[in-house]
């Protein structure tokens, strides 16, 4: 069974940093992206970031310059960078997985960043 565990959560003041974690466990017998979505209160699920089974990344304009994807050499762990914070980036963010060849998607049970002073 595969899991996907957020980690890195927490509240920060603005212009801080955090940094969120996803770690994939269980085996995906295909190649995969990565990839950060949110959810602010009252608000749709957005798309944050993605990073290809191949290390191509794209991002949310509003994000563009403040976060970095990242993801490990083994391919099992992604990363959200997140610097300069402002308080309109406080959400649920979530950390999916998608297989490239066909419709296999995981999700991860969200971590809670709050960006206030």
């Known amino acids: 069974q595969v899991q996907l565990v957020e980690s890195g959560g927490g509240l920060v003041q603005p212009g801080g940093s955090l940094r969120l974690s996803c770690v994939v466990s269980?085996?995906?017998?295909?190649?995969?992206?990565m990839a950060w979505y949110r959810q602010a209160p009252g608000k749709q699920r957005e798309f944050v970031a993605r990073?290809?089974?191949?290390?191509?990344?794209n991002y949310l304009d509003s994000v563009k310059g403040r976060f970095t994807i990242s993801r490990n050499n083994g391919r099992d762990t992604v990363y959200l960078q997140m610097n300069n914070l402002k308080p309109e980036d406080t959400a649920v963010y979530y950390c999916?997985?998608?297989?490239?060849?066909?419709?296999?998607?995981?999700w991860g049970q969200g971590t809670q960043v709050t960006v206030s002073s």
């Open positions: 990073i290809t089974w191949v290390g191509s990344t």
């Open positions: 269980g085996r995906i017998f295909n190649m995969y992206d």
């Open positions: 999916n997985v998608q297989v490239v060849i066909g419709s296999e998607a995981y």
